[in-house]
């Protein structure tokens, strides 16, 4: 795991965020940190890269970190297991994953006996790709689900030669294509209604730390503002590339496309098909929960204008 920030303590205990990969999806997140939104709320924030969620659920579950950012099925399985974590804010839009093939994949079918690379092999986008493959005719056991962790760590893989397909976020599924590799379509093709990611605690921890989590929330409030605002277009760009090394052009495709959606939100409806999703997966037989289960918006609420 790496340390992207190093904890500060002029606001006395910094709040520990996890985060599992590098990507757009958290470009309000590095806004927050290059314009100081945290620290302009009072607040102090200690950002680890896991590149795993696996790894970033046990911790998140055990104290290790406060705040997760991550896939709601994360919070609906954990909570189904005694967890007392839950949903408070969204962090993304609806994905648009690229699944990424290898230059030797022409179909679905050809992915019969090969390596697929996932995060999770029963977590987050695996659930969304398991599904569908099943509904491509492939069955559980025709292809090999391998856990190789974030982002950066699959587009390794596929580069690699050690996986032959992926889910893949921009700018690493961009990367692959301009060296040959090909796509079988996007999440948004397939599931345009599911769910982005989310900003998930314990509810205990809230509970104890209100205040700073309510000032989090408000600097990413502002970080989301500061992006939908066009004039800070070269300065987002130049924010983006910091962190990711992507191209300028890429980058301001990425702007355009970012700043133009509105800003994500949670709704029941989104959660429930989440719920849907994990239940079949994991062979559940009692009664789902309903989306207060897992979610509670008072802290998003107090944090809003």
Not at 119 to 125: H, M
Not at 220 to 247: H, S, T, Y
Request: proline letters at 6%; charged letters at 25%; aromatic letters at 10%.
């Amino acid at each position: 795991m790496i340390a992207l920030a190093p904890a500060a303590t002029a606001h006395g205990q910094p709040v520990k965020l996890a985060v599992i990969s590098e990507g757009t999806a958290s470009w309000p997140l590095y806004v927050a940190q290059a314009k100081k939104l945290f620290e302009r709320e009072g607040v102090t924030v200690e950002v680890t890269l896991t590149a795993s969620s696996v790894k970033q659920l046990e911790q998140l579950t055990k104290g290790g970190y406060d705040i997760g950012l991550q896939q709601s099925d994360h919070v609906v399985r954990a909570v189904e297991n005694g967890s007392d974590l839950f949903i408070f804010m969204a962090n993304a839009p609806p994905p648009e994953l690229s699944l990424v093939i290898a230059p030797s994949i022409g179909s679905f079918d050809d992915l019969k006996g090969r390596v697929i690379a996932v995060d999770g092999v029963r977590s987050g986008y695996a659930l969304l790709l398991r599904k569908l493959l099943a509904d491509r005719g492939l069955k559980e056991g025709d292809c090999t689900f391998k856990e190789f962790g974030g982002s950066r760590e699959r587009f390794d893989a596929l580069k690699g030669g050690l996986a032959f397909a992926s889910f893949l976020n921009p700018p690493f599924d961009r990367n692959l294509f301009a060296e040959g590799f090909k796509t079988l379509g996007t999440t948004s093709d397939y599931f345009p209604t599911y769910p982005g990611s989310i900003a998930a605690a314990r509810r205990s921890w809230a509970r104890d730390n209100e205040q700073r989590l309510v000032a989090f929330i408000r600097a990413m409030n502002a970080a989301f503002a500061w992006l939908e605002d066009k004039n800070n277009k070269q300065e987002a760009i130049e924010i983006l590339q910091a962190r990711l090394k992507v191209e300028p052009d890429a980058a301001a495709r990425a702007f355009d496309k970012f700043s133009a959606k509105p800003r994500p939100t949670v709704v029941p409806e989104a959660l429930r098909q989440v719920i849907d999703i994990v239940w079949d997966a994991e062979g559940l037989t009692g009664p789902q929960g309903t989306p207060d289960k897992y979610m509670d918006l008072s802290y998003l609420h107090k944090a809003t204008p």
